[in-house]
T-cell receptor
């Protein structure tokens, strides 16, 4: 059974600081996704990581994937208040993208 | 493009009632999904479809049924609603073909309360 674990589940940080969110998963998969959800809203795709060593960056967010360690990281650089949201990682259980498993989410609050 | 649309946005059901949550997408995506999100939790896959006429169970299918008669529509049916089905329901779609990114696009959600 594929399990996806994120940590931390809650993160409060000051503006301007750096931090990393971790996503571990329990079985072999080379497709990992990061999503953002604002309170009361739907999910927005941030990154799609499709191979070992994949690294993608968008603004102050950078995601990476290590399939051998079954670990993905979402690194936040110089946080700003607008990044406050819940971040989910999701792993494709099967190779054909038809059975996704989500982590519980990391609720990020960036304080001025 | 409207993307992924869901109706209704909110609904209150009494125990034992039935209803259908509607989902439509206009992006010509072949894959569609239904998830539920309980408060403070991640999403759990209920059912998915890889194309018209093809559906399969996800992680938490009990108490639900789906159909996919067209590429655009993927309704979710709740029979005999129970309080445990109180949740926010998200529909999503993606285009899957060799080498594509498999990114999912989500609808705005339906907030369902069963009392």
């Amino acid at each position: 059974e594929l399990k996806v674990e994120q940590n931390p589940l809650f993160l409060s940080m000051q503006e301007g600081k750096n931090y990393t969110i971790y996503c571990n998963y329990s079985t072999t998969s080379d497709r990992l996704y990061w999503y953002r959800q604002d309170p009361g809203k739907s999910l927005e795709s941030l990154f799609v990581l499709l191979s070992n060593g994949a690294v993608k960056q968008e603004g102050r967010l950078m995601a990476s994937l290590d399939t051998k360690a079954r670990l993905s990281t979402l690194h936040i650089t110089a946080a700003v208040h607008d990044l406050s949201a819940t971040y989910f990682c999701a792993v494709d259980k099967s190779y054909n993208n038809n059975d996704m498993r989500f982590g519980a989410g990391t609720r990020l609050t960036v304080k001025p | 493009n409207a993307g992924v649309t869901q109706t209704p946005k909110f609904r209150i059901l009494k125990i034992g009632q039935s209803m259908t949550l509607q989902c439509a997408q206009d992006m010509n995506h072949n894959y569609m999904y239904w998830y539920r999100q309980d408060p403070g939790m991640g999403l759990k896959l209920i059912y998915y479809s890889v194309g018209a006429g093809i559906t399969d169970k996800g992680e938490v299918p009990n108490g639900y049924n789906v159909s996919r008669s067209t590429t655009e529509d993927f309704p979710l049916r709740l029979e005999l609603a129970a309080p445990s089905q109180t949740s926010v329901y998200f529909c999503a779609s993606s285009f899957a073909q060799g080498g594509s990114s498999y990114e999912q696009y989500f609808g705005p959600g339906t907030r369902l309360t069963v009392t």
